[in-house]
């Protein structure tokens, strides 16, 4: 099959060779995870799972699927097999798409936008494997280890891959639970790979941990509503104004915002000077710029457009937290700016310097179809990677950058129409 035209974040494609004899090829981006070659962890649990019995039809999540290595390979090892390939970043979704197609099985797998269990319902599993995340903070890695309880079907396995650091975290949340059990270990210098099952897979109420989920302190429904990625309540002194957030763990600036997105903040309160209609941010982490523009103009449309479905959602919740009403707020999870219909007053991005910066000119160019002609953009970037954007938007047809503001190493953009 032809491959999908360039779309700013592809850098080459990479092969995986597997026991089976096929090879699997992969669209990767430098901006996700492992672009340089599938990892050795998810080679590692790949090979623990070769010769797995699985019943007919055996339905498969690959949770945190990244590009696709794992859900694309046990789709061709396991031909009957379905697999749900959940993300919470809508680029790695678009890419695991791609990837099946590119390989032949996307008729068997869907690949969609998912915080964790939160998005799954009451869909079940005969497998779920997980590459774990590093950063996620211990009570999310403590719920994607026994959440998938929720998920299993009877006599379902859960198999994972920690990196060597978490092994002592993983083996005493496994060990918390007297239901489960352990049927596979295999540990490496860097790596460990476990599979386990609950005693079954019957997760009606008998079991130790399904009794603590239906508690009512928290519900693998919902984790991000009862707070498992809660990290810190923080205030900032904006502009004058104070607000209170939220953070979460897997987003940076937890503590407090930084010199990049306080300049930021300086500039959206030298910018906004009264009622705006409609206000977009791109890229909110956790929700510093969001938060003080709805303060400060009470817009009656606020849209948020991220890759990430936890800044989504951390950035949604700090808005409510401060006032704005949730009918206001529009989100978008994907990695290029949206179709817009109605001009936007103001836009706000966040260009991160791991940001692919061909990508984020493009969708900045997007973003400037939303702008209404007495508009202003802000774009906050480190000097380096603000530069690197100043000079690409230089023969634009349509953005002017009319100054630049430093601080501290950060730079925010003030960018008009021409």
């Known amino acids: 099959?032809?491959?999908?035209?360039?779309?700013?974040?592809?850098?080459?494609?990479?092969?995986?060779?597997?026991?089976?004899?096929?090879?699997?090829?992969?669209?990767?981006?430098?901006?996700?995870?492992?672009?340089?070659?599938?990892?050795?962890?998810?080679?590692?649990?790949?090979?623990?799972?070769?010769?797995?019995?699985?019943?007919?039809?055996?339905?498969?999540?690959?949770?945190?699927?990244?590009?696709?290595p794992i859900g694309i390979a046990l789709a061709m090892t396991h031909p009957d097999a379905t697999v749900l390939a959940v993300d919470r970043d809508a680029l790695a979704v678009d890419y695991a798409r791609q990837n099946a197609a590119l390989n032949d099985v996307d008729g068997r797998i869907e690949a969609a936008g998912g915080l964790g269990y939160d998005d799954l319902g009451d869909r079940r599993f005969d497998l779920i494997v997980m590459n774990i995340p590093g950063k996620a903070g211990e009570r999310v890695i403590e719920h994607l280890l026994l959440g998938a309880l929720a998920h299993l079907n009877r006599d379902g396995i859960v198999a994972i891959v920690a990196v060597a650091p978490l092994g002592s975290?993983?083996?005493?949340?496994?060990?918390?639970?007297?239901?489960?059990?352990?049927?596979?270990?295999?540990?490496?210098?860097?790596?460990?790979?476990?599979?386990?099952?609950?005693?079954?897979?019957?997760?009606?109420?008998?079991?130790?941990?399904?009794?603590?989920?239906?508690?009512?302190?928290?519900?693998?429904?919902?984790?991000?509503?009862a707070g498992i990625y809660n990290r810190a309540v923080t205030a900032i002194d904006a502009g004058g104004r104070k607000l209170e957030l939220q953070t979460v763990y897997g987003?940076?600036?937890?503590?407090?915002?930084?010199?990049?997105?306080?300049?930021?903040?300086?500039?959206?309160?030298?910018?906004?000077?009264?009622?705006?209609?409609?206000?977009?941010?791109?890229?909110?982490?956790?929700?510093?710029?969001?938060?003080?523009?709805?303060?400060?103009?009470?817009?009656?449309?606020?849209?948020?457009?991220?890759?990430?479905?936890?800044?989504?959602?951390?950035?949604?919740?700090?808005?409510?937290?401060?006032?704005?009403?949730?009918?206001?707020?529009?989100?978008?999870?994907?990695?290029?700016?949206?179709?817009?219909?109605?001009?936007?007053?103001?836009?706000?991005?966040?260009?991160?310097?791991?940001?692919?910066?061909?990508?984020a000119t493009l969708s900045l160019q997007h973003a400037a179809a939303a702008l209404a002609l007495d508009g202003t953009m802000l774009i906050a970037a480190s000097s380096t990677t603000a530069t690197r954007i100043a000079k690409r938007l230089a023969d634009d047809a349509v953005l002017h950058v009319e100054e630049r503001r430093r601080r501290r190493g950060g730079v925010v953009l003030s960018v008009r129409r021409r």
Request: some cysteine.
């Open 1 to 68: 099959m032809a491959a999908p035209p360039p779309d700013g974040y592809f850098k080459k494609e990479i092969a995986l060779r597997l026991r089976s004899g096929a090879s699997a090829r992969f669209r990767v981006s430098q901006a996700l995870f492992s672009s340089h070659l599938v990892d050795a962890g998810t080679g590692l649990l790949l090979r623990s799972l070769d010769g797995i019995a699985l019943p007919p039809a055996a339905a498969i999540l690959d949770l945190g699927c990244g590009y696709g």
């Open 251 to 359: 987003l940076s600036e937890f503590d407090m915002p930084s010199f990049t997105t306080q300049l930021l903040l300086q500039e959206l309160a030298a910018t906004i000077d009264g009622a705006r209609d409609h206000i977009s941010v791109i890229n909110p982490n956790q929700g510093h710029a969001a938060a003080l523009a709805h303060e400060l103009s009470h817009p009656r449309r606020i849209k948020l457009v991220s890759r990430d479905l936890l800044s989504l959602r951390a950035t949604r919740r700090n808005l409510i937290r401060n006032g704005a009403a949730a009918s206001i707020i529009e989100t978008h999870h994907t990695p290029a700016f949206p179709p817009e219909l109605t001009p936007a007053n103001i836009i706000v991005a966040t260009i991160d310097d791991g940001d692919v910066i061909e990508a």
């Open 169 to 225: 975290l993983v083996a005493t949340t496994l060990a918390s639970d007297r239901a489960i059990e352990i049927t596979y270990q295999h540990r490496t210098d860097s790596y460990a790979v476990t599979h386990y099952r609950f005693d079954g897979g019957d997760s009606r109420g008998r079991l130790s941990y399904a009794s603590a989920m239906s508690s009512g302190s928290w519900t693998p429904a919902n984790a991000f509503d």
